[in-house]
């Protein structure tokens, strides 16, 4: 089976060659251009494509891989928003992911995340480093005995809800479902508790329909004065400009994205004056209180090794004609 992998990095391109030689059938070509509709026909002659968060796996692109009569898509991620299901099955491309990958991997970046911004690290790195040793504007409060609040119990925000109890706090969650695995450690509450009552809001919920912009100016005005506000999930669950609207009313104590609505926009790899100046994103950078991370959340060892792994698993099935819990629906 051939496939033609998109977006290549070089970690890509390592931890995917050190892992093909455990499925021989397999060869793939890797390219550095991301997929979307001006891309889609370089994989004309390739039976599935591997794509990411970034690739634009909309209708017009999978139109163009059915014509080109590739039958797979492998996302090398946990979310699938980007992929149009519907079109998908219309043109029988399966689509899989890897789900779960390394729960722990994003769990850990949301607490160093949440940890940098209410103690203002990324400040107090570059005050000492410019020889001022004074603490002014680097305060900040214990997480001990204060109360996390979690959005999302899936697999990464179960994995925080345990890293909050590790720190003494009280964790309280909001999902759709309950996690059974959580019972001793959280206490689920509706929505509108959980912003009223947590000093650290984190997200973990996938982007829907349902979930889209869920963090808008009326949630964040039901949250307490001076929250720590971590997003590494998707950008869109909060709409930016209401985000700043809460940060110039002094909402936030600290705010810590890893994701960002303009995150699939190059925004930064196209820095003109003219993007820039129309940019969220940069309009968000300029607060002090809020640190920012390029969707790096994912980015361990052991986390690289597992997309790997599951990836070629997943087109190993595809190969072999079975069924997969990884298949997206
Ligand atoms: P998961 O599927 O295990 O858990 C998601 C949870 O969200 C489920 O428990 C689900 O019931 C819940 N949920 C669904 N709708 C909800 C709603 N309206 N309100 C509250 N909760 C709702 O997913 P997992 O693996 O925990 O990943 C969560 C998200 O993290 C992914 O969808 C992805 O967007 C993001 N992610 C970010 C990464 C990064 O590098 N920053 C890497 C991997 C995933």
Excluded: W
Aim: net charge negative; charged share 25%; proline share 2%.
């Amino acid at each position: 089976m051939k496939i033609l992998f998109y977006d290549t990095k070089s970690y890509d391109y390592d931890s995917f060659q050190y892992t093909l030689t455990d499925f021989p059938e397999i060869t793939i070509e890797y390219i550095k251009s991301d997929l979307d509709p001006r891309t889609a026909a370089l994989a004309d002659g390739f039976d599935a494509v591997c794509a990411f968060v970034s690739s634009d796996v909309g209708a017009d692109t999978l139109r163009i891989l059915h014509e080109k009569k590739v039958g797979l898509v492998l996302m090398r991620c946990a979310g699938f928003n980007n992929v149009d299901l519907e079109k998908a099955k219309e043109y029988d491309i399966r689509v899989m992911c890897v789900p779960g990958y390394s729960p722990e991997a994003v769990a850990e970046h949301a607490i160093a995340l949440a940890l940098a911004s209410n103690r203002r690290l990324y400040k107090a790195y570059n005050k000492v480093r410019e020889n001022d040793f004074s603490l002014s504007g680097l305060m900040g409060f214990n997480f001990y005995q204060k109360t996390a609040g979690i959005i999302g119990t899936g697999k990464i925000g179960a994995a925080m809800c345990r890293i909050c109890h590790g720190f003494g706090m009280r964790v309280i969650a909001y999902d759709v479902y309950e996690n059974a695995s959580l019972k001793d450690i959280v206490t689920y509450v509706s929505l509108d508790q959980l912003l009223a009552e947590s000093d650290l809001i984190s997200l973990h919920c996938p982007l829907m329909d349902s979930t889209y912009h869920m963090i808008n100016i009326d949630t964040i005005q039901k949250m307490k004065d001076g929250v720590i506000f971590v997003n590494t999930s998707r950008g869109a669950l909060v709409k930016t400009e209401d985000l700043i609207e809460g940060i110039r009313l002094h909402k936030f104590a600290g705010v810590g994205l890893d994701v960002y609505e303009e995150e699939t926009q190059n925004v930064f790899e196209d820095r003109s004056d003219e993007i820039l100046e129309h940019s969220t994103t940069a309009r968000l950078l300029s607060f002090p209180n809020v640190m920012i991370t390029s969707h790096q959340g994912f980015f361990t060892r052991e986390a690289l090794e597992a997309i790997a792994v599951t990836t070629l698993k997943n087109a190993q099935d595809y190969v072999e004609g079975r069924e997969s819990k990884n298949d997206v629906k």
